[in-house]
């Protein structure tokens, strides 16, 4: 079963504006973390925010923060004032314990294409 | 930040043949390193989790005696693919998380740059 759905394969935004980009997850385990990364067509992954499951206040960085809502099991990344150089790929991670191992992984959704229209 | 260095960038491969490609972090220990393979248009699929001085964990679905992963040292861990075929062809990349702070929920995991392997 998916364990992060981002259910937009592709958006885009116009220069300067704000945009939100979806991710839900599923887990069971209480303690978890959810992360968001930025690829550029060049491939190396960049880490943008971390969202931890006991964290009281939504996460900010900059021009990034995070819609938690932890109910709804949902971390939308909300990019501020848009620029050329944020079009890229974006991918909404987790971390979580393996039962059967005891050592955590982080995991991927699917991802979403962003592209910045001038 | 933490650096991590993967190499090669790229490489070309006759089909048959093994690769090794090398995750090292440069300024810091790493407990754990995770290796993903990536395919065009796609997401990271978590291929194993490598921990230093024991077995790697594969994922399920993934051969571990055709990915050999080695994990000898704090700083260094390896992905050999062997007998290569063309279907292995992808964008493979690892990351590292600090061993000073492991086991914190916050601790972001570095990634190298990646490895495009072509198998020809």
């Known amino acids: 079963a998916q364990k992060i759905t981002q259910t937009q394969p592709g958006m885009f935004v116009q220069e300067k504006e704000a945009v939100t980009l979806d991710c839900t997850y599923d887990?069971?385990?209480?303690?978890?973390?959810l992360f968001w990364y930025k690829q550029p067509s060049s491939g190396e992954m960049i880490f943008l925010i971390y969202?931890?499951?006991?964290?009281?206040q939504n996460a900010t960085e900059g021009r990034y923060s995070l819609n938690f809502q932890k109910a709804r099991k949902s971390a939308n990344l909300v990019i501020s004032a848009s620029q050329l150089g944020d079009s890229a790929m974006y991918f909404c991670?987790?971390?979580?314990?393996?039962?059967?191992?005891?050592?955590?992984?982080?995991?991927f959704g699917p991802g979403t294409s962003l592209s910045v229209i001038p | 930040g933490a650096v991590v260095s993967q190499h090669p960038s790229w490489v070309i491969c006759k089909s048959g043949t093994s690769v090794k490609i090398e995750c090292r972090s440069l300024d810091f220990q790493a407990t754990t390193m995770f290796w993903y393979r990536q395919f065009p248009k796609q997401s990271l699929m978590l291929m194993a989790t490598?921990?230093?001085?024991?077995?790697?964990?594969?994922e399920q679905g993934v051969e571990k005696d055709k990915f050999l992963i080695n994990h000898a040292s704090l700083t260094l861990s390896t992905l050999t693919v062997t007998s290569a075929h063309p279907e292995d062809s992808s964008f493979y990349i690892c990351?590292?998380?600090?061993?000073?702070?492991?086991?914190?929920?916050?601790?972001?995991?570095?990634f190298g740059q990646g490895t495009r392997l072509t198998v020809v």
């Open positions: 991670a987790m971390r979580e314990g393996d039962k059967k191992t005891s050592y955590d992984k982080v995991i």
């Open positions: 969202q931890g499951s006991y964290d009281q």
């Open positions: 990351s590292a998380r600090d061993r000073k702070i492991f086991g914190q929920m916050n601790t972001e995991a570095f």
């Open positions: 887990t069971s385990d209480p303690s978890y973390g």
């Open positions: 490598s921990n230093e001085g024991s077995k790697a964990t594969y």
